[in-house]
């Protein structure tokens, strides 16, 4: 153990070994200590070591500690040595390493002092250091897959250190280690985690991590954006004060910024998730001068830029133009302009708020309208363009200020036709307003100015109120200028052309140039008054023609765009220009090829593609502010067809003359057929339109004419059934007298054979009644002698009167029944006689049906007839249909009353064997009392007749036999 005393500051007892063989030896003993304690000894040891000996540690002891991170996981301590080691042998913290070398001994000095720590080669050795250590422990994935899983440990020494590792390889090798993360499982997952951690040294080295992750990787970003980014980093935000916030709110916005820019996914996805409207309270500033502190500025700095991300004209138009509706409804915009409005902003955030408002208003009419709105708080209130336009055309502002002005001028009024009308009206005699200044003076003091740098901006800035805006160029021309007092008026075309001879500034001049080229771009009557003026060709002509130096290359270039638009957009109302005349001119005085190469060169110059990759005016310096984003636009659309019409001759260009003039004959030709075959389509679509109707009616037509068809079919039917019901009762009629109107004589046999049925019936039960009767009278003369033998007999003999009494009574009532039942026989018997008469004046009808039927056959030859004009004459059908149901109602309900009237005869006649049945029930009763009465008589000895109860049981039976015949 004596070189882990000499390590860990024992007294020496011999010569010391040396730091590399030191390191050995603890190797060797990680590598065969069985002991954890051992182990965890010697991997401290190598902690202690690892900054001192980076390159002996790193090249002896990665395995063995990789080795430790696999086997002893279960041991926190030792994990944390050994992911500590491996940090500071892959780290490349300059100030870490720094710091432990002077806490080390005199070798240590004395390596460090041939080499400072700020020295860059010495820095750029730590640094190729770091890669090789870093290649070498990713070289294995599984390292960096165990790295994560040890991160799910909650253990402070275990997940900070390898937190602080894995940041230390993203450092090195951010590549390749983004690779291995995004293809292991749940990996990204695992990192997002940090940020939900409590201690706040973990979560802030997380968010450091997290930035280093996401860095130009789009794949780890959306996974990243999915894993509810958004929502934890802006809540820790809102924890931290928002923009008073520390370092950490400086962390997250930067991460923030990872995953929004240029991530157009990611940008919906934030936008979606109304994260746009947690962004209005960071704005929340006050008007006082203190309180912007350096982490104030830089926390509102950056959050100025994640609105810019969102915003930015690079984005897709639709993506941009949802985000500015979001950010003006959220009420952003209107917090911006406040603190644009603001008093004690500094100018840094001043500028980068106005660049910001810039892109927010871009494009968007409706936040365009609200920015024109918006008035500075100053008395009398001005608009807030007004203000920032005074900033612009003042040589005493920051330049970057009036860059970031001028741009959000450009911003307001791109695509803003509404803007670039009330700009120029603020320039015309009527408008003007000598109490107020307006937008329009202001440029036109900053174009006439003795600062260059307002020159340009004023100019470039007219320019912008003229793009793509041929009527505000037209109104542009009436705007005259008062030079000096005794002078007449001069118009600002003219006076733009006299700055422009007078020889400026090369600034001064170029700006001019681009907004002569703009003005007169596409307007025919701006290049007449710009030709109208003598001196202005030959001016044009002398500058290309000359050879001047390299600054003054650009400003020929410019003259060339200049005169090449005179000849392509000349419509030859001048005689002395044409523009045969002024080719003719170049020709002779500058020559077509140096025209032309004139001409290219404005593409040629660097600063030229600088200004085209974006349209923010960004300039290092006051010298390099020379082209302006669409005014590149409008070169490279120029350029090759003024080349083109310069090099043309006059027979070229008769003959395209001539070719425009046949194509505009065949333009006008086409433009005929075309209104022809709208009209025709419209005729067609109207005919469609007619037809498709049409076939609804032929259809409703063949629906109703097959319903008709299927109507006559049915009265066809029914008038055929009429005709064999009356054919069968005129023969009945004629052989038999058989039917009246459908009621048939054999109903009436068979009702008479019921009633037959009936009296028979009817006498059977009359002779029961009588017999009955005869057996209750001898009942009662054998019951008037009562015998009393006992005392018990005579209490019987009593009860037995009571029940003869009761039998008496029912008796009775039984004879009235009967005799109720004998007037309803008679009844029936008088409608039997009643429907035989009936049926005797047979003839009359006979001849009446005949009549119907001569009827009905002469109306169905008539609709025979008519069927092939049904659709002519549907109301005859209609009428004949309508008569014949009419008839057709009329027989049914006769048949019908018929019907009605035999069904209560059979409802009679059903009542009646009911009351008989019910009335045999009764005698059959009263005969099983009489046999109970009779076993009595006989218990107490009274004599009874034997042939009388065989007579009484034949009768009974027979009177079973009945009931049953009649069941």
């Known amino acids: 153990m004596n070189f882990l005393r000499g390590v860990m500051g024992g007294q020496p007892t011999g010569p010391q070994p040396s730091g590399a063989e030191t390191i050995q030896k603890l190797c060797d003993r990680v590598a065969s200590s069985t002991l954890l304690e051992d ?167 997380g968010l450091l991590l997290l930035q280093h992750l996401t860095k130009c990787n789009a794949a780890i970003q959306k996974i990243v954006a999915f894993e509810n980014a958004f929502e934890r980093l802006l809540d820790i935000i809102t924890e931290e004060g928002n923009s008073d916030g520390g370092i950490v709110v400086e962390d997250c916005l930067l991460l923030l910024l990872n995953l929004l820019k240029n991530n157009s996914s990611n940008q919906n996805f934030f936008k979606e998730g109304s994260y746009i409207q947690r962004m209005k309270p960071w704005f929340e500033v006050g008007d006082e001068n203190s309180g912007w502190s350096a982490q104030k500025v830089t926390n509102l700095h950056l959050m100025l830029q994640l609105v810019r991300v969102m915003v930015s004209p690079v984005n897709p138009p639709g993506a941009t133009s949802s985000c500015q509706k979001s950010m003006y409804h959220c009420g952003l915009l209107q917090q911006l302009c406040s603190i644009l409005m603001a008093t004690g902003v500094p100018a840094d955030i001043l500028t980068e708020t106005i660049n910001t408002v810039s892109e927010v208003i871009r494009g968007s009419q409706v936040n365009q309208d609200y920015f024109a709105s918006v008035n500075a708080p100053s008395n009398p209130p001005r608009p807030a363009i007004v203000v920032l336009l005074m900033s612009m055309v003042n040589e005493r502002q920051p330049f970057v200020l009036r860059c970031a002005v001028l741009y959000c001028f450009q911003c307001f009024l791109y695509k803003n036709q509404k803007g670039q009308g009330e700009i120029v009206a603020t320039l015309l005699p009527s408008t003007i307003d000598a109490n107020s200044i307006s937008a329009g003076q202001l440029l036109c003091g900053g174009l006439f100015s003795t600062d260059s740098v307002s020159n340009w901006c004023a100019a470039v800035a007219l320019a912008h109120a003229l793009q793509d805006n041929l009527t505000q160029k037209e109104q542009l021309l009436r705007v005259q200028l008062a030079t000096s007092l005794g002078n007449p008026p001069v118009s600002l075309l003219q006076q733009c052309t006299n700055i422009l001879s007078q020889g400026s500034k090369v600034q001064t001049r170029v700006g001019l140039l681009m907004l002569l080229c703009t003005w007169i771009s596409n307007c025919p009557i701006a290049v007449t008054h710009f030709l109208h003026n003598q001196a202005n060709i030959p001016f044009l002509t002398g500058q290309i023609s000359e050879n ?202 068979r009702l008479q054979e019921e009633l037959e049925e009936l009296k028979k019936q009817h006498g059977l039960l009359q002779g029961q009644l009588t017999e009955k009767d005869s057996l209750i009278e001898k009942m009662k003369s054998e019951g008037a002698h009562p015998v009393e033998r006992t005392a018990g007999s005579s209490e019987n003999n009593a009860e037995l ?167």
């Open 39 to 205: 182990r965890r000894d010697a991997v401290r040891a190598l902690k202690a070591l690892s900054k001192k000996y980076r390159s002996e540690v790193a090249s002896q002891a990665m395995s063995h500690l990789i080795h430790i991170l696999q086997t002893d996981s279960s041991d926190s301590e030792i994990i944390g040595y050994a992911l500590d080691t491996l940090y500071n042998i892959i780290s490349n913290d300059e100030e870490e390493e720094q710091d432990e070398s002077e806490d080390g001994g005199p070798s240590s000095s004395g390596k460090q002092s041939s080499k400072p720590a700020h020295d860059e080669s010495g820095q750029k050795q730590a640094d190729d250091l770091g890669s090789q250590f870093t290649e070498i422990f990713i070289k294995e994935q599984e390292n960096v897959t165990l790295l994560l899983s040890l991160l799910e440990e909650f253990d402070f020494h275990v997940r900070w250190p390898g937190v602080k590792l894995l940041t230390a390889l993203l450092k090195n090798q951010c590549s390749q280690v983004q690779a291995v993360i995004l293809v292991s499982p749940m990996g990204v997952s695992r990192l997002m985690d940090l940020l939900a951690d409590s201690r706040e040294v973990i979560r802030n080295d």
């Open 548 to 749: 001047l130096g390299e600054d003054e290359e650009l400003v020929q270039g410019l003259c060339a765009l200049l005169l090449g638009i005179c000849v392509y957009y000349n419509d030859n109302s001048l005689e002395n220009y044409t523009k045969e005349k002024l080719k003719q001119l170049i020709e002779k005085r500058i020559g077509k090829e140096n025209f032309v190469e004139k001409l290219g060169s404005i593409c040629k110059h660097e600063l030229y593609s600088r200004a085209a990759q974006k349209p923010q005016p960004v300039f290092s310096s006051p010298e390099q502010m020379l082209f302006d984003h669409e005014f590149t636009k409008l070169v490279k659309e120029l350029e090759a067809v003024i080349t083109k019409a310069v090099h043309k001759s006059s027979e070229e260009e008769k003959k395209e003359e001539e070719v425009k003039k046949t194509l505009e004959q065949h333009d006008s030709i086409v433009t005929q057929y075309k209104e022809l075959i709208r009209e025709q389509d419209t005729q067609i679509n109207e005919l469609k339109t007619q037809v498709s109707s049409m076939k609804t009616q032929n259809e409703q037509l063949q629906a109703s004419v097959t319903q008709q068809l299927s109507q006559i079919q049915q009265h066809k039917d029914q008038y055929n059934v009429l005709k064999l019901k009356l054919g069968k009762d005129s023969q009945q009629h004629n052989g038999e007298g058989a039917q009246v109107n459908g009621v048939q004589l054999e109903e009436l046999s």
């Open 801 to 967: 009167q009571k029940e003869l009494e009761t039998l008496r009574a029912q008796v009775q009532s039984q004879s009235a029944e009967i005799s109720q039942l004998q007037a309803e026989r008679q009844e029936l018997l008088n409608k039997a006689e009643t429907l035989a008469m009936v049926s005797a004046p047979g003839n009359t009808d006979s001849a009446a049906a005949a009549a119907r039927i001569t009827e009905l056959e002469r109306r169905l030859s008539e609709v025979t007839g008519e069927t092939e004009k049904i659709k002519e004459e549907g109301k005859i059908w209609s009428d004949s249909k309508a008569a014949l149901e009419q008839q057709v109602a009329t027989a049914n309900s006769s048949v019908a009353i018929l019907q009605n009237e035999k069904s209560k005869l059979q409802q009679e006649v059903a009542e009646s064997k009911k009351e008989q049945d019910d009335l045999l029930m009764l005698l059959a009763d009263q005969d099983q009392k009489i046999l109970t009465l009779k076993e009595k008589l006989k218990e107490l000895g009274e004599p009874i007749e034997e042939d009388d109860d065989l007579d009484c049981r034949d009768q009974y039976d027979e009177d079973e036999d009945d009931d049953d015949d009649d069941d």
